[in-house]
């Protein structure tokens, strides 16, 4: 594989705070001959309405660890978007990042039983149209980074997949990405009191620029000012129960060649001891479960940027009411044009490529539609 993605990626300027997606300064613009990797499932909103919210946001998690693990590198400019995600990567990674995409859609085609689609749109094409690709790294931990993306451009790389232009094709029946430490073991999570809100907040045309203003009051509004920024996790990180509801989508992510049902049982004898372990609190030589558990809250992707703010938080009744207030009237103003998912708990979904590092990732959604119904509900 070749290091361009990944030397860029590590080349970015790092904002230590997340409002620093506001801000200009820290963006970088990606190179003119790169390529933007998006992808999302088809009715993704009937499939979470028929209780397949696991399987949808695993199979947009999918291509994250899918890249990640054919690139060799964690250093990846992405975005999780609920139902699909995107990915930025240099011309040299063309022909993997196309194969490993091709893979995915016919993996989750087969064992997921949903339709994923994908494209690989070329930056220069969506500059052409007047939109850019801008990124910044931001701070999620001392362990890992997020990315946060300003121009327009991945935006304009979804409508132009859902079109139909730059299509990545399935590869044959029976082809299989690499998806090693992908799991969704996690029990949803719940907030202590009150709702998880899912919210995608844009703004309105030709009021770009007093945005982060209006951004900042909604960041305000919910909650994170506060110690741990407004986050849904428990600081202790979170729970488990045995066996877990996501092991089936985990052995059918993670079988490789052995048969299905071989994996499932080595799933549920593994499982179990990593329920124990961390129900427990066993420390086993360098691995201590507590430490995992309160990273696994730290390296989780609550809050995000991609031309406007991506947040899913545990709010109160009082501060629900005043947060969607001050929406509402924001939106009434033509400042903004936002949209909600109010629901009673959250999915975890993980991308652990080694428990003994750190830099685990967890990608969290609303259970409920998540950013997929908040998507549609600003349309409407």
């Not at 690709?133 to 001392?142: I, K, M």
């Not at 945005?211 to 960041?219: D, H, R, S």
């Not at 991308?351 to 969290?364: E, I, K, Q, R």
Request: net charge neutral; glycine share 10%; aromatic share 8%.
């Amino acid at each position: 594989m070749t290091a361009a993605t990944a030397e860029f990626t590590r080349s970015l300027p790092v904002g230590g705070e997340f409002r620093t997606v506001l801000e200009d300064g820290l963006y970088r613009p990606a190179p003119d001959d790169w390529l933007i990797a998006v992808s999302d499932v088809v009715g993704s909103r009937k499939a979470i309405a028929a209780g397949q919210y696991k399987a949808v946001n695993m199979a947009g998690v999918a291509v994250i660890s899918a890249l990640m693990n054919a690139l060799d590198t964690q250093a990846l400019p992405y975005i999780f978007g609920g139902d699909g995600a995107a990915i930025i990567c240099s011309p040299a990674d063309r022909d993997v990042v196309a194969d490993t995409l091709a893979k995915t859609v016919a993996w989750v085609k087969e064992d997921l039983g949903l339709t994923l689609r994908a494209a690989l749109v070329p930056i220069s094409a969506v500059r052409a149209e007047g939109h850019d690709v801008l990124v910044q790294a931001t701070r999620v931990s001392e362990a890992v980074n997020n990315y946060a993306f300003r121009g327009g451009g991945l935006t304009r790389a979804e409508a132009l997949m859902k079109a139909g232009e730059y299509a990545v094709p399935p590869a044959p029946p029976g082809s299989r990405p690499d998806l090693t430490g992908l799991s969704c073991r996690w029990s949803p999570v719940k907030p202590e009191n009150g709702k998880i809100v899912s919210i995608i907040i844009e703004p309105g045309e030709g009021r770009a620029a007093s945005f982060p203003q209006i951004a900042e009051k909604l960041l305000d509004l919910a909650g994170m000012r506060l110690p741990r920024g407004g986050s849904p996790m428990p600081a202790g990180g979170p729970t488990g129960r045995w066996p877990p509801e996501g092991l089936e989508l985990e052995a059918r992510a993670t079988r490789g060649t052995h048969p299905l049902a071989v994996r499932r049982a080595g799933l549920y004898l593994w499982t179990f001891l990593s329920w124990f372990i961390m129900t427990f609190g066993v420390r086993i030589g360098t691995f201590s479960a507590r430490h995992y558990k309160e990273f696994t809250s730290l390296n989780t992707d609550y809050r995000k940027f991609q031309d406007g703010l991506r947040i899913t938080v545990s709010l109160g009744d009082a501060e629900l009411g005043k947060l969607t207030e001050f929406l509402e009237d924001e939106r009434k103003a033509k400042n903004l044009r936002y949209g909600l998912c109010v629901q009673d708990s959250a999915i975890l979904t993980c991308y652990v490529p080694s428990v003994t590092s750190d830099s685990h990732f967890h990608f969290l959604d609303g259970a409920g539609g998540g950013y997929a119904q908040a998507a549609e509900n600003m349309k409407s």
